[in-house]
């Protein structure tokens, strides 16, 4: 039965690169310093801050308030993203920090 496996693709990605970021929600932890967000891997949710340092490292002159960080958030998202999903196929546990070096 060569037929099944010789017409079966394999899936370009990964089950470590599933991830997807559908909820737009971010929310500013001052505990962790730096902005919370969350993503999706098929039934199971991930988490995610990326820290202050990193908001500083793509807006510079960025503003230590709690709306400057997450305006800088919304400015950066898609690189923030692209980064988070580097660091969840590397590791896809726990909490998930991206820093400056990230980007």
Known sequence: MMGWF????????????AIGFPNASR?????????????????????FIVSEEALQHLQSGLGEAEADFLRAFDLHRERILEAATKIYKRDNRGMHVVGASDF
């Open 27 to 47: 929310s500013y932890d001052p505990t962790r310093h730096g902005v919370r967000f969350w993503g999706n891997d098929s039934s199971m949710d991930a988490d």
């Open 6 to 17: 010789a017409n079966r693709r394999s899936s370009p990605v990964s089950p470590r690169s």
